[in-house]
T-cell receptor, first 111, second 114 residues
Framework: QKEVEQDPGPLSVPEGAIVSLNCTYS??????FMWYRQYSRKGPELLMY????GNKEDGRFTAQLNRASQYISLLIRDSKLSDSATYLC???????????FGAGTQVVVTP | TGVTQSPTHLIKTRGQQVTLSCSPI?????VSWYQQTPGQGLQFLFE???????NKGNFPGRFSGRQFSNSRSEMNVSTLELGDSALYLC??????????????FGPGTRLTVL
């Protein structure tokens, strides 16, 4: 069983809708939590990064961490066609060098 | 410039060996390697910091790497197997610690083993 679990999708939403992505982790030693976005045939790029319980907002993106439930979510508001990508939920204990990735959720934003 | 990797694509046959190259962002001392496959997703291979392997994932000894004094890194896979077909991603950070740091990924090298 992977230490980071997320629904692989695909998740299809109309342009302008809210996208809600969920992720759970099983390793209580994880301290840092990230959401990466990966376009087809590209390397992942960091979207959001958090290490404390609660919400963190950056423009149209909100990441929520609930340490008690070992649950992370990503909300994308006012979705755009360019948001079509695979979103990776990622955790690590103390180093960027030991990232544990979820399987990724494919999001398709339709016109 | 960002993290660069070479070559972009590579085709090898079973039993051969391959070397992939990664140039981190200038000033970055930590380089990590990942394997991405449709079945297993992204898996951590190893991390190098200042020419020393600092962390290692659960891959067989056929997978090895090294880092040079200019922080450039190479990974080597010997005795290639069909299952080694994957996208190999390299990522770099300044220090390797998530506190106040960010990791940047390269575009990857797509390896096909026939």
């Amino acid at each position: 069983q992977k230490e980071v679990e997320q629904d692989p999708g695909p998740l299809s939403v109309p342009e302008g809708a809210i996208v809600s992505l969920n992720c759970t982790y099983s390793n209580s030693a994880f301290q840092y939590f990230m959401w990466y976005r990966q376009y087809s045939r590209k390397g992942p790029e960091l979207l959001m990064y958090t290490y404390s319980s609660g919400n963190k907002e950056d423009g149209r993106f909100t990441a929520q961490l609930n340490r008690a439930s070992q649950y992370i979510s990503l909300l994308i508001r006012d979705s755009k066609l360019s948001d079509s990508a695979t979103y990776l939920c990622v955790s690590t204990t103390d180093s960027w060098g030991k990232l544990q990735f979820g399987a990724g959720t494919q999001v398709v934003v339709t016109p | 410039t960002g993290v660069t990797q070479s070559p972009t694509h590579l085709i090898k046959t079973r039993g051969q060996q391959v070397t992939l190259s990664c140039s981190p962002i200038s000033g970055h001392r930590s380089v990590s390697w990942y394997q991405q496959t449709p079945g297993q997703g992204l898996q951590f291979l190893f991390e190098y910091f200042s020419e020393t392997q600092r962390n290692k994932g659960n891959f067989p000894g056929r997978f090895s790497g090294r880092q040079f004094s200019n922080s450039r890194s190479e990974m080597n896979v010997s005795t290639l197997e069909l299952g080694d077909s994957a996208l190999y991603l390299c990522a770099s950070t300044a220090s390797g610690s998530p506190k106040g740091d960010e990791q940047f990924f390269g575009p990857g090298t797509r390896l096909t083993v026939l």
